[in-house]
Structures are given as C-alpha cells and as structure tokens.
C-alpha cells in the first residue's frame, strides 16, 4: 500500500491511501465513540473502587462495549458490483474476487476491527452438512414470487435439481474427501486472494482459453456455507462486519437462495443497484424482504453511475424512478438513496485515477459539476475521485443507521446495567444516614465499655483458637491414617518382592504417593483456617458494632472497618526433604545388602521406612501447620486489639462530637467515592434518555 | 393484420428483454429516426408496431378498435386500455418486415399481460440483454415460456458489450451466456451500439462494435422469415439490398472513390453463417401465414 500524506487528518500521517479515506469518512462514528467515553470512565471507578464481584461485573459490561460490532450485509442483483463495493468499504480493493460472470457463491462476512484483532488476522470457512443442503431447497424462490417473476411456480424443483446437480459435482471432484468435509471448516492464520478464490467462487462452468477455471479456484466453493475473515482497518474507529452476499437474479438460483438465508441475520442492508436499471421487479422484491421485518433498514446504493453518459441528467432521473416505484409499490419511500460508483472508489484507493477509461473519465466530470462534495480536497485529485464514487456517503448513512440501531441498543442496555451497579454500591455505602450524624453522648458508662470489649476479645479469641486446635487435630489424624495406610501399602509391596525375587535383589519403594496425600491434606487444612479467621472476623466485628451501637445509639452498620485478608497458605516444604527411600543410590543398596534374614529385613524395613516418613507427617503438623495456624491467630488479635483500641478511644469522653464520628467511620473517603458515584451516574443519564 | 395489402404480409421482428437494456435504442437505430423515447429509466409505453408506410399513428385497444394518438403526448395515455400502438415509417427495413417494440419485462410498473398479449405477433424476437449482467434468472423464466418455434428465429444481443473493458472479459461472458442459452437462439451477439453511432470514423472500431456481424444476421433472420411466409418463394424485393441507416459503416478501407459507405448490402454479399442455429431446421413448422 503506498502512504501518502493527508495534511487536512493529522493524527492519520502513518495511515496508508485506503486507510486516510476511511478515517476521512467515519468522522460520525469516532464522535460516538469519543462521547461514549464518560460510560468508560463509570465503568472504570466502578473497578477501582468496588468490591471483587462489582469489579467482575463492570469488567464485563466494560468488554460488552468494546465488542460492538454492528454489521452491514450487501445485497443485490448478480453482477451489480456488490463485492467490488465491498472492497471499497474495508479499502482493500484486490481482496474479494470480483468479475465480470456470475462470481460469488459464499456469504462473506469480513471482520475489521482498528486494533490488531484478537486472535490474528484469521479465516473460516464452514462447510454446509448434509441438512443444511437440503434447507437450500426449503422456502425456495421467494424471491421469485414477490417478483413475480415467470415461472416462479415452478422454482422449487429448479431448485432441487440443481442442488443435486451440485451435490454430484462436488462429491465426484472431491471424491472421498467429499463426506468427511460436510459439517467441518477450514482454519488459517492467514488469508489472501488465492486462498479466498478457493473458497468463496465457483469459477466459469465452461471449458476453453478464457475461461477462469482451475484445480484450485473455487474448489471447495460449493460446498462452503460462510467465510469469516479477520483483519485490521485502522482507518474505522469500531469493529465493524462487512458481508459480501451471492447475487439474486441468476439463473443459478442458489446463490439467491444462499443470500435469502444471510438476509435473516442482518439488520443493516446495503440493496446494490445497477444504474443502468433502476429498481426492477427483483429489486422491489429484495427490498421489500428486507424492509417488510421491523427493524431492519436498507440503504440503496446505485451502483455504476461511471457508465452513465451523463450522471448529471440521469441520477435525477434515476432517483425519481426510483421513488416512483417505491411510492406506488408501498416501499420504503424514505430509504436512503445514494448514487456512486464502485469503480471509482476502487481507482482512488488503487490512486489510478490516470488508467481509468475515456467514457469513466467523461462521466466523472460531468458529475463532479453537481456532486454534492462534503469535504473538497485540496490538492489529492484521488480524494475527490473518492468523494464522488459515493462511498463517504455510503459510510455516513451507515454510520448513522448502525449508531441509532445496534450500537445504540447496546450503550442503552449497559448504561442501564451500570447506573444499577452503581446504585448498589451506594445502597451499600448507606451514606444519607451516615451524614446526618450529630453529636452524640454516650449511652453507658466507658468502664462498661472496656469491659465489654474485653470479654469481647477474649471471647473472640478463644473461640478462634479452639477451632483452630481442632483443625490441627483432624489434620493429624487425616495425616496419620495416610501415614499408616503408606506403610502397609510399602511392606505389602516389600513381601511379594522378596517372594519373587529374593533377598538378594535390592527393593525400592517410591514415597511420592505419601507426599501428594499429605501435599493435600495440608491444603485442606489451610484453607479451613482461612474460612475459620474469616468467620471469626465477621462475628466479631457484629459484636463490636454491637457495643457500638448500645454505646453510642448509632444505627450498626456505621461500624464497618474491612477485616484483613487472611494469610497466605504457604506450599508445606517440609514435604519435599529427602528421606531414605530417595535415595535409590549406593547409600539405599549397602543399607539393603547388609541386611540379614528375611524376617530381619521385613521388620527392619518397616521400622526404616516408618521412622523415615514418620519425620515428614511430624514436621508437616508441628512446624507447618503450627505455624500458619499461629501466623492466623496472631493477625485476628491484632485486628481484635485495634478494633477494640478504636472503640475504647471513641468513647473515651462522656460526649462525642460528630466530627469524631465522621472520622472513626471514615466518612470523607465515602462522601468522596459518592460524589463521584452520584457524577458517574448522573452522566449516564443521557444515554438512556 | 395492418401492413401494405400489396406486398402481403411481413414478417415481424420482436424487440424485447429487461427494460432499460437498449431495446428502444436499437429500435431508433434501426428505423434511422427517433420515434419512440429513450430513456435511463424505464419508459412506460404499450408495445409499438412500427410498419412501412405513410399513414397516421394509431393505437389499437384489446378490442381491436382503433383510436388516434398524439406521439408528442404518449404520457397521457392509458396503457392499460391500449393493446399496442401502430406507427408508420419509410424507411427501408419496414419493406422487409414489421417491427414490434415491446415494454421491457422486470418492470414492476408494468404487467407482463401488456406483452404477452402480442407474443403470437412475432415471428422473430431480437432479445437485448445488458452486457455486465447479461441473462439473468428473470430473462431466462421469461424466455422458457415463449413458443420454441421462436427460438431458432431470434437473437440474443447483448447490448452495451463496450461496458466490458477488455476482450477476455467480452469474450468470457460471451461463452458463458452462450453455454447457457445453447439451443434457444439462432445466434448470441455482443453490441454496443453507442459505439455503432459514435464511430464514424474509424472503422476498425466500428466493426469492433459488432454492428457489422449483427446486420448481417439480421438480414439473414429476415430472408430465412420471409421465405418461411411466402412458402419459400424469393421474396420481390430481397433483403439483401436494404439499408439501415443507423447502422452503416465509416469509410472502409476498400472503399471506393465516391466515397461510398459500406452499406448492408455490401455485408450481406458475404455468405453468412450464423454462429449457432439450434437444430438445422426449425423444430415444428409455424401454421402457414394468413394474409391481411
Ligand atoms: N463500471 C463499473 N464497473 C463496476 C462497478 N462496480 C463493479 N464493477 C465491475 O462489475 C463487475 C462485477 O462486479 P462484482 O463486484 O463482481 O459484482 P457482484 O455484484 O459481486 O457479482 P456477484 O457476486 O457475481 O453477484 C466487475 O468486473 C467489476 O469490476 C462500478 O461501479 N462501475
Ligand atoms: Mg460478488
């Protein structure tokens, strides 16, 4: 792609041709992304300042929003200029093949997004079942009949047939491939032209020197149901999804019927016409599938006006027939209605201006004298051949469509979500009775107090510490009964080798089996301490905001300090020391040989192999667990001790003021995070207005 | 019947295909004058028959009554009332058939009963079909329902082929349209006849506008549909001597020293041979013709 410089969009000087067009031309959705922008700052203090499961939740509706990817489909008549426009709109002109026979055969949806995508520039194709074949043939020739076009009685079993037909040739080219490939898809890393042209074209059904036929063009295009193509477009400010649809009107109808099916899936259409035709029976027809669903929009695009021998006259010709038609014909009067060329959106990306032909080149002038130009370049001839092919106009009104439609519908829905999250924290925070505190006397003597709290903390303590002894004790016995059942597994699996081998040949006895059973039982044990200091945290700062609220006859929930998060369970690496049965080496062997008799080496080896696990389960209960249940305990009467030192300082005076108050529940960090949740939320107004 | 009652009856030529595809174009070209509108958009008028002679255009309703028409007023008339409009002109080729200019079909304005109704009329048809989408589904449910006596006696043209930017492509959609409608045409044609008037000048470039190979097939349609009328018997006037205007030639090279320009007749010298009749010989006779 060749770069060139665009003074007017300087943030674009690193864009290619193509890109600085489209950048040119999105201006309306790069507005609503950057007014978006105080929806992604809630979202953002909703993070920061919120708990793990409001934070998860406003991490989601914030990824909710990047993902938009509004979509527009293009549809027509076969050889319209659907794909070339296609080309035009995602500003590569060479992708998707274009030609002058009946070419595309595939729905094409083109994935672009500004950032490098997520996983990589990518293709799919996905292969139609056996059923899905079939269900070409269902709901046939509607087009037909809403066009009222001849024969259309007798489309259905056209059709029929010629999905046979198909069926036959691919099952006849592809041979045994052919079953195994229905129902699956093809993956790559990558795509190009080629690899596209394999998938998504049938070729020419004819034989000779012209013709475009080959062993791998369109080789399994019949048999492809959808292409899915990944790339970047920093020239568009959002993802976006660009479908190329087969052409309706062929006399191989099941491109149209291919088409209808992709019609279903698609809010935004794009009805390509042929200016040398304006608005036929199947045009009519198109338009009126589209537009009969609520909901849906089309846009017209009249297509080729390069080959018009004077667009200035015929466009507005064009544009009243069109709207004649559509008014007698109850259409969509008031759908949108371009005029452009596809070509010469295609030469100005391409900067071809130059290698146009006489009569493009003619017709151009002639409608530069009355195009309605929004942005008149100042020196890239390239850029006005731009402006007049219709494209920023196309861009525009899709822009507009997919903004008030789907990229509305989603700001709305998580506007709504979000104001609802941010009303939760507040509910939580519980300001309005915060502040309205006054002084206040206290409601029992301090002496009462301190001896509260210190039962309190005794209290609190004990319990802590008894349940945390009893969790030591079902560790031991847990490890114990591992230990022992080791052991009988070790000489059980001693006295057979000694009876098939003798005693001569040297046993060994792997103990990692041990350790994962104590590895676990370990991790259960830390993982129920945590839950006991958690508990007890949360009981007792009930009974603290107990003694609060009898001390000072404030409402409970005040007192809210946030208990501390518990220790980490450090992995036991006692477990990993090693011991005898290691060491299968010369150490292990001479112990082994310089053993006597059998009933010797059968005692001797359970009292070795139970003395030298026996280290590993005793350092595992009394240094380990020991010391996390210490490092437990030790962090709870510390927040005990400060919690209670904080109660005791509160209401050290018969009377406390409410700054005293305001300060012990710290209430300016509150006012300070509701202010700014109350801004968050009032901003969002104006998304669900 | 309305033609000359001295010279019998003519054969009639029917112009047909999707609307806007040119047929009113060729129609101009081929009666040498303007008659009938051309348009961009679709051109909303009741099959015309355009016959030899001097007498004042009437239309005639599904009755077959006759009515006077003003041609300069065609937008007040009634096409649901009008079976057809009967124009009449001098120009050459009427003495060798009618021609009947018919709406174009795939327009939602117009039903398709406007020209089914003048079907039987036609001996011939000369089908446009625009080049860059040429046979579509719609013109081919369409053709399918026609008579099959008519297949051997008409052309498919695919008009405005300049549209087409290069050789290959012309030659590509030429062997597809082809491969399509094999057996159902006497012969398929690219055209653009833009070209055909533009290129006075330079031959090369007209005979590149296949107006030439189209004359030429067009005369020969007309020679093979009036011996079938006349029972085979040489028609009095062949139409190998015709002249149309819209369609002669530049200068040629091998022209001679009055400057003469080549002419139909000069073409026609040449043997033709169409480039795919189905079947040798017309597959069911026609009813013998009934005179006027
Ligand atoms: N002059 C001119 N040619 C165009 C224009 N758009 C497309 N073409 C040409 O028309 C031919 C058909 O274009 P495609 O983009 O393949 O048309 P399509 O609608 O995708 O065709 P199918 O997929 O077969 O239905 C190609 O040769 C294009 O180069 C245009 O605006 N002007
Ligand atoms: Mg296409």
């Known amino acids: 792609m060749n770069v060139v410089k665009h003074p007017m969009h300087k943030e674009s000087e690193a864009f290619g041709r193509s890109e600085a067009f489209l950048h040119a031309s999105s201006g309306l959705l790069r507005g609503y992304i950057e007014r978006l922008e105080p929806l992604h700052e809630a979202l953002r203090l909703l993070i920061d300042i919120g708990e793990a499961q409001t934070k998860r939740t406003a991490a989601r509706y914030a990824l909710q929003l990047e993902r938009i990817e509004p979509s527009v489909t293009m549809i027509g008549q076969i050889k319209s200029g659907k794909t070339t426009l296609v080309n035009a709109l995602i500003g590569q002109p060479d992708l998707l093949p274009a030609d002058v026979n009946p070419w595309t055969s595939v729905v094409t949806s083109l994935h672009l997004s500004p950032k490098e995508p997520s996983p990589a520039t990518s293709a799919v194709f996905r292969f139609f079942d056996l059923d899905e074949w079939d269900k070409l043939v269902s709901g046939g020739g509607r087009i037909g009949e809403l066009a009222d076009r001849a024969g259309a009685d007798e489309e259905l079993s056209k059709i029929r047939a010629q999905v046979e037909m198909m069926r036959t040739k691919s099952k006849a080219r592809l041979g045994r491939k052919f079953e195994a490939l229905l129902g699956t898809q093809h993956s790559y890393g990558y795509f190009d032209h080629e690899l596209i042209e394999r998938y998504v074209c049938l070729g020419d059904d004819f034989d000779g020197e012209d013709a475009k036929t080959s062993r791998t063009r369109g080789r399994f295009a019949d048999i492809t149901k959808s292409a899915d193509l990944r790339m970047q477009q920093r020239g568009y400010p959002i993802n976006l999804c660009v479908r190329d649809t087969p052409g309706v009107n062929d006399t191989f109808m099941i491109r149209e019927q291919i088409t209808i099916k992709a019609i279903r899936d698609s809010r935004l259409c794009v009805v390509v016409l042929s200016a040398h035709q304006a608005l036929s029976s199947t045009d009519l027809a198109l338009i009126r599938l589209i537009s009969n669903v609520k909901s849906r929009e089309v846009v017209i695009f009249v297509n080729r006006i390069d080959e018009l021998s004077s667009p200035q006259i015929q466009v507005r010709q064009i544009e009243e027939s069109i709207l004649k038609t559509l008014r007698a014909h109850n259409g969509p009067i008031d759908a949108k209605i371009i005029f452009g060329s596809a070509l010469w959106a295609q030469s100005a990306i391409q900067g071809s201006l130059l290698a146009m032909p006489d009569a493009s080149r003619d017709a151009l002038l002639d409608w530069a004298e009355v195009a309605r130009i929004v942005d008149a370049p100042t020196d890239d001839p390239h850029q006005l051949l731009w402006e007049l092919s219709g494209l920023p106009a196309l861009i525009q009104a899709l822009s507009e469509r997919m903004i008030a439609g789907e990229m509305n519908e989603t700001v709305r829905q998580t506007t709504i979500s979000t104001r609802n999250l941010i009303n939760g924290v507040k509910v939580a925070d519980n300001l309005s009775a915060r502040t309205n505190i006054d002084s206040t006397s206290l409601h029992m003597p301090h002496e009462q107090i301190l001896e509260d709290l210190e039962t309190l903390r005794k209290r609190h303590s004990k319990q802590l510490s008894s349940a945390l002894d009893d969790l030591i004790i079902s560790l031991r016995q847990r490890v114990e009964q591992s230990h022992n059942s080791f052991l009988s597994r070790a000489t059980d699996a001693l006295a057979k080798h000694l009876e098939i081998y003798g005693e001569k040949s040297v046993w060994t006895y792997d103990p990692s089996g041990l350790r994962v059973l104590l590895a676990s039982a370990y991790k259960v044990f830390g993982g129920r301490c945590q839950a006991a200091f958690k508990r007890s945290a949360a009981e007792a700062v009930e009974d603290l905001a107990d003694v609060f609220h009898r001390a000072l006859n404030l409402p409970h929930e005040f007192f809210s300090p946030s208990t501390p998060i518990p220790p980490r369970i450090a992995p036991p690496v006692t477990l990993g020391q090693t011991i005898a049965l290691d060491l299968h080496g010369s150490w292990w062997k001479s112990w082994w040989t310089r053993r006597q008799s059998y009933e010797a080496q059968a005692r001797n080896f359970y009292d070795l192999i139970r003395a030298e696990t026996g280290s590993l389960v005793t350092d595992l209960v009394d240094d380990q667990a020991a010391a996390l249940k210490m490092d437990v305990f030790e962090l709870f009467e510390d927040f005990l001790d400060e919690q209670t030192a904080n109660l005791a300082g509160l209401t050290k005076s018969r009377a406390v003021s409410a700054d005293d108050v305001s300060r012990f529940i710290g209430i300016e960090a509150l006012q300070e995070r509701d202010r700014a949740l109350s801004e968050a939320f009032q901003t969002l107004e104006r998304y669900v207005a | ?292």
């Open chain 2, 1 to 292: 019947m309305t033609s000359n009652p001295a010279i019998g009856r003519k054969p009639c030529i029917a112009l047909m295909g999707e609307f806007s595809a040119g047929k009113s174009t060729l129609a101009n070209l081929l009666i040498g004058q303007d008659p009938l509108p051309v348009q961009i958009v679709a051109t909303q008028l009741p099959p015309v028959r355009i016959s030899y002679g001097r007498e004042e255009p009437f239309c005639v309703d599904h009755d077959g009554a006759h009515c006077p028409v003003d041609l300069h007023d065609l937008a007040s008339l009634d096409i649901d009332r009008v079976a057809y409009i009967q124009i009449y002109s001098t120009e050459d080729l009427l003495r060798h058939c009618d021609l009947l200019d018919m709406p174009g079909i795939s327009d939602p304005n117009i039903s398709s009963d406007v020209w089914e109704s003048m079907i039987d009329q036609a001996d011939g048809v000369l089908w446009c079909s625009h080049a860059t989408q040429a046979w579509r589904q719609s013109e081919a449910a369409v053709w399918a329902e026609l008579p099959d006596t008519l297949y051997p006696r008409s052309l498919l043209l695919l008009t405005r082929a300049d549209k087409l930017r290069s050789e290959t492509d012309r030659n590509r959609v030429l062997r597809r349209v082809e491969k399509e409608t094999d057996g159902l045409f006497r012969a398929c044609l690219p055209i653009s006849l833009l070209i055909a008037t533009q290129e006075q000048e330079n031959y090369a470039r007209w005979a590149e506008s296949g107006a030439e190979t189209f004359v030429r097939e067009l005369v020969s349609l007309i020679e093979q549909l009036n011996a079938e009328i006349s029972g085979s018997a040489p028609s009095s006037e062949k139409a190998g001597d015709l002249r149309i205007p819209g369609f002669e030639g530049p200068m040629s090279h091998s022209a001679n020293s009055q400057g003469n320009r080549i002419s139909a007749q000069e073409v026609a010298i040449q043997k033709v041979s169409p480039r795919r009749i189905a079947g040798s010989s017309p597959r069911t006779q026609r009813p013998p013709p009934t005179m006027a």
